[in-house]
T-cell receptor, first 112, second 117 residues
């Protein structure tokens, strides 16, 4: 079945530094979504990517969908303490009936 | 407007008890999803409703799990004869989209944390 892997599992970042988290799927995706979950909270939608090679930016966050639509990345610049949380990618395939396949997430800890 | 709400927020059950978890989706949202999130993991799909129709229940881990949405709005996830491995956060999400398969943003509720002793 479809597998979505995320790396790294943990990311310790000094405030002000940049980092990237990666998402890889074993199958081609129709689209990919990114969610952020704060400690004790629930997943909150960040963005959806649909097109091959698509790049979208939200302030300090840059999201990319691979050319083969099997991988994605989230790059955060000038990390702030408000970026703390777990970032999940979730993929959809054309036959998944809206069944999002979540990765295990990247837990981000920011050191002031 | 109000988001997705779930109740109870926390539930402690003794092994073997039945539990019922409620989800109130955003008003007018057609699609409703249930997910199970174990500690340190991403949400795992359980089941999907479009209005009152349960279109996919392939993620339900056993026949002890049952979900319904009889009037196309509120949904209930029932777990019979709970086991310790059922301990997790159960998340409900809704989406306004009528597309099939749905591809739009899913709005998550706060979840119900179930602990089975």
């Amino acid at each position: 079945g479809q597998q979505v892997m995320q790396i790294p599992q943990y990311q310790h970042v000094q405030e002000g530094e940049d980092f990237t988290t990666y998402c890889n799927s074993s199958t081609t995706l129709s689209n990919i979504q990114w969610y952020k979950q704060r400690p004790g909270g629930h997943p909150v939608f960040l963005i959806q990517l649909v097109k091959s090679g698509e790049v979208k930016k939200q302030k300090r966050l840059t999201f990319q969908f691979g050319e083969a639509k099997k991988n994605s990345s989230l790059h955060i610049t000038a990390t702030q303490t408000t970026d703390v949380g777990t970032y999940f990618c979730a993929g959809l395939t054309t036959d998944s009936w809206g069944k999002l396949q979540f990765g295990a997430g990247t837990q981000v800890v920011v050191t002031p | 407007g109000a988001g997705v709400s779930q109740s109870p927020r926390y539930k402690v059950a003794k092994r073997g008890q039945d539990v019922a978890l409620r989800c109130d989706p955003i008003s007018g949202h057609v699609s409703l999803f249930w997910y199970q999130q174990a500690l340190g993991q991403g949400p795992e799909f359980l089941t999907y409703f479009q209005n009152e129709a349960q279109l996919d229940k392939s993620g339900l881990p056993s026949d002890r799990f049952f979900a319904e949405r009889p009037e196309g709005s509120v949904s209930t996830l029932k777990i019979q004869r709970t086991q310790q491995e059922d301990s997790a956060v159960y998340l409900c999400a809704s989406s306004p989209v009528r597309d099939y398969p749905p591809t739009d943003t899913q709005y998550f509720g706060p979840g119900t944390r179930l602990t089975v002793l």
